[in-house]
């Protein structure tokens, strides 16, 4: 394994998301940020791929809401 590192998905098509996913965890171990801005559909497309996969992660903080941290 890689040294983990966060993934922007800023420019990402939200069709992709999966693969993107897919990739970015082949390639990286937990824990990392991933950086989904304040869209609220990028947000739930990351949340139901993290929880189809069994992955532990949680959303933001109370100052910045844009990231779901994965454990």
């Known amino acids: ?13 939200y069709d992709d998301i999966e693969n ?3 990739n970015h965890f082949y390639r990286n171990e937990p824990p990392f940020k991933i950086i989904s801005g304040n869209s609220s559909r990028m947000k739930n497309k990351v949340i139901k791929y993290l929880e189809s996969n069994d ?10 809401l844009g ?3 994965v454990l």
Do not use: A, R, T, W
């Open 20 to 22: 993107v996913l897919d």
């Open 1 to 13: 394994m890689l040294k983990s590192d966060d993934i922007d998905l800023h420019g990402k098509f």
């Open 55 to 64: 992955h532990k992660y949680m959303s933001g903080n109370l100052y910045n």
């Open 67 to 69: 990231y779901i941290q």
